[in-house]
């Protein structure tokens, strides 16, 4: 059999576009306490973009170690504080405008603007979780979708959402989304009178369904 060293990375050496991994990651197996060895071939494969039919020529325990290495990888992440300020360089093509765009990491919710509520409250964290990136980074000086005299929004958050995505790996994007978690089911609490655990298991199914 051919030998076939499979490299498992750590979640800081991921793109923050692996979210679905974490997110999904029960869907991956039928039954999770007895995975096939397809089923951890398909993990294996997300997970290091290397294709299938190269990991199933890799020896059955390499497999089963690499699946367990990812595993362990998940379980062993602990969250941290997400980083308070990024700075990205200006995309424009004329070389007199290039400069550094900084974004802020914006904590205290409950100061955002109506219109960012909204935005919160429709945001898919099924299909599109990495949008919640433009949602809570701000260009610094800025506030939420802030509009000229013409009402043209100056500061997407879909343009934010691009510039910052390259400059993040996946755990950066699970510390993201575990502060605002923690600080969104406090403040839909107190805003809207609902028990906490119940607001909890409602962000957590459309977190996980």
């Not at 504080?81 to 093509?93: C, E, L």
């Not at 974004?103 to 509520?117: A, E, T």
């Not at 958050?157 to 989304?177: H, P, T």
Request: charged fraction near 30%; aromatic fraction near 10%; glycine fraction near 4%.
């Amino acid at each position: 059999m051919k030998s076939y060293k499979l490299i498992i990375k750590p979640v800081q050496e991921l793109p923050c576009s692996k979210y679905h991994i974490v997110y999904n990651l029960k869907d991956y197996f039928e039954d999770v306490e007895r995975p096939t060895r397809g089923e951890k071939v398909r993990l294996i494969s997300d997970w290091t973009d290397e294709k299938p039919n190269r990991i199933f020529a890799a020896n059955p325990k390499d497999i089963d170690a690499a699946c367990d290495a990812i595993i362990k990888q998940l379980n062993s992440y602990k969250p941290q504080k997400p980083r308070d300020v990024i700075k990205t360089p200006n995309k424009s093509k004329k070389w007199y405008k290039l400069k550094r765009q900084t974004y802020v990491f914006k904590k205290d919710y409950d100061k955002m603007s109506y219109g960012w509520w909204e935005h919160v409250r429709q945001l898919n964290m099924k299909d599109n979780p990495l949008e919640l990136i433009g949602l809570v980074y701000m260009e610094k000086g800025m506030g939420y979708s802030e509009v000229d005299k013409h009402d043209n929004v100056l500061n997407p958050v879909s343009e934010r959402q691009k510039a910052l995505v390259d400059k993040m790996n996946l755990a950066d994007f699970l510390d993201i989304g575990a502060f605002f978690l923690n600080q969104y089911v406090i403040l839909k609490e107190l805003r809207s009178g609902l028990n906490i655990s119940q607001t909890m298991e409602e962000l957590l199914n459309q977190h996980h369904t």
